[in-house]
């Protein structure tokens, strides 16, 4: 006999909403987050300025664009794996004799 599949429905989903979460946080830092931070230090004066103007300026061939690219498509999957096993149990158990939820 075949081992069964449980999953938690709800922890799926929380797991979903979290990840969407950490991608909206995380959004700004990857489209103009260099810019805006060389932007505020213009007309600043220090001995570190230039420095740090020079560190964001190599920071600019960031992955971070790729990389929202790529988790977004992982999250697109999640969203359609979780509609997925919701369907086919909800399916299974009304086949079986009733509804779950």
């Known amino acids: ?21 950490s991608l909206e946080n995380f959004r700004p830092y990857s489209k103009n987050f260099i810019e805006q931070m060389q932007d505020s230090l213009d007309g600043m004066n220090g001995d570190f ?9 190599s920071m600019r061939d960031t992955k971070a664009p790729e990389l929202m690219k790529a988790l ?21 158990a009304t086949g079986v004799g009733g509804a779950t939820e």
């Open 49 to 57: 300025i230039s420095e740090m103007i020079d560190v964001l300026g």
């Open 1 to 21: 006999m075949a081992a069964k599949i449980e999953i938690d429905h709800d922890a799926f989903q929380a797991g979903i909403q979290k990840m969407d979460s």
């Open 72 to 92: 977004g498509s992982h999250q697109r999957n999640l969203k359609f794996v979780y509609a997925e096993f919701v369907e086919k149990d909800l399916s299974i």
